[in-house]
């Protein structure tokens, strides 16, 4: 259909057309026509068919899913060593190697073995654990680091923390530290959860020197618990009757059910106490209104025989008296007589028998 150029008439004048072309969209249908249409085209040219080449049924092409599996792996551990990286990190422990221990500082066996854990818990690159590692070294320490590094640049953490261990650690070695932990008892005084961190301590120690492996320890703990312990500890006697009904728990675990068991001894030992120091009270009320008693009668006592004593020595003192006035007079008659005239005697009024 033509469009005019102009319309209209005399009345209202004439008006020119202008035609407008829309460009519009090849339906998806054209478009797989025409893809189709220009691959036989090329297919005809080149001399091929679809025979030779793959077939285009399927929608999306065959990719390597172990290429794409590695290039997932390696955007999550870029995206969580810079997300670590933005949010910051606690600084490790300094360590110098020092003897004795400088100030601020812990010994070697402490802080190797925290080192280790935190090390270990990071999710971060190796080189980034080799680089905080290094941070917190100095004096020996950090030069020893640096001759494992000068010796071997493909050095890891381990080899590091390994070069420390045999400059640092203890020089015993495994048999040496087994003997140890089989000869260390429990002592007078000293608590089962202490005893036992004394015994986890020596098999990290055996641990790190490659001497036992981590499924045995709980095993060996708990035997050397029955062996080591006080005969005389009610908790120990309690895991000795049941360590065999059952698997030996982990630290942890173990660690919980011995503090619990030895909170309630001590909270039952001091209510007996409590109970025992009421029932003694009015006793003790009794013996001293006893003794306050037994202290007003031996004042009594003394009383009278002060008393008794003043009686005796008074009638000493009144017997002696006389005696004392008698002889003074017996002298004094010879006296008494001369001084006294001589009557006349009347011998008519003798009277002799």
């Known amino acids: 259909m033509s469009i005019p150029a102009e319309f209209g008439g005399p009345e209202v004048g004439s008006w020119y057309t202008q035609v407008v072309h829309f460009a519009t969209e090849t339906p998806k249908q ?3 026509d025409e893809f189709q249409f220009k691959l036989m085209s090329f297919l005809q040219k080149e001399g091929k068919s679809l025979a030779d080449i793959p077939s285009s049924a399927s929608s999306a092409p065959d990719l390597n899913t172990k290429l794409v ?3 997932n792996s390696l955007v999550q551990t870029c995206h969580v060593a810079s997300s670590e990286e933005r949010v910051g990190y606690r600084k490790l422990r300094p360590f110098s190697g020092f003897i004795p ?3 601020g500082e812990d010994e070697y066996e402490v802080w190797v073995e925290q080192t280790t854990h935190i090390l270990e818990e990071w999710q971060c690159a190796e080189n980034v654990k080799k680089q905080r590692l290094v941070e917190c070294l100095r004096g020996p320490a950090a030069d020893i680091v640096r001759f494992e590094k000068t010796g071997n640049p493909s050095a890891t ?3 590091y923390l390994g070069a420390l261990e045999s400059a640092f650690g203890t020089t015993e070695d495994a048999a040496d530290l087994m003997l140890k932990f089989r000869s260390t008892y429990q002592n007078e005084g000293e608590k089962l959860s202490a005893y036992i961190l ?7 120690s055996m641990l790190r020197k490659k001497g036992i492996e981590y499924s045995a320890m709980n095993h060996l703990r708990m035997q050397q618990i029955v062996r080591g312990a006080l005969s005389s500890d009610f908790v120990a006697m309690r895991l000795r009757m049941t360590h065999k009904l059952c698997t030996p728990p982990s630290f942890n675990k173990l660690m919980k059910e011995v503090r619990e068991e030895e909170t309630l001894l001590k909270d039952r030992n001091s209510v007996q106490s409590n109970v025992a120091v009421s029932v003694v009270s009015p ?4 013996s001293s209104t006893n003794t306050n008693m037994g202290d007003s009668e031996v004042e009594k006592l003394k009383k009278e025989i002060r008393g008794l004593k003043n009686e005796v020595s008074r009638l000493t003192a009144a017997v002696k008296e006389p005696i004392s006035h008698d002889h003074p007079a017996v002298h004094s008659l010879p006296a008494a007589a001369e001084s006294t005239p001589s009557r006349p005697v009347n011998k008519a009024n003798v009277f002799c028998y």
């Not at 004394?198 to 990290?204: E, I, S």
Request: glycine letters at 0%.
């Open 69 to 71: 599996d590695a290039i």
């Open 30 to 32: 054209n478009k797989e």
């Open 283 to 286: 006793s003790r009320n009794v």
């Open 157 to 159: 953490f381990s080899d």
């Open 198 to 204: 004394r015994l986890d301590r020596m098999l990290h």
């Open 101 to 103: 221990t400088p100030p």
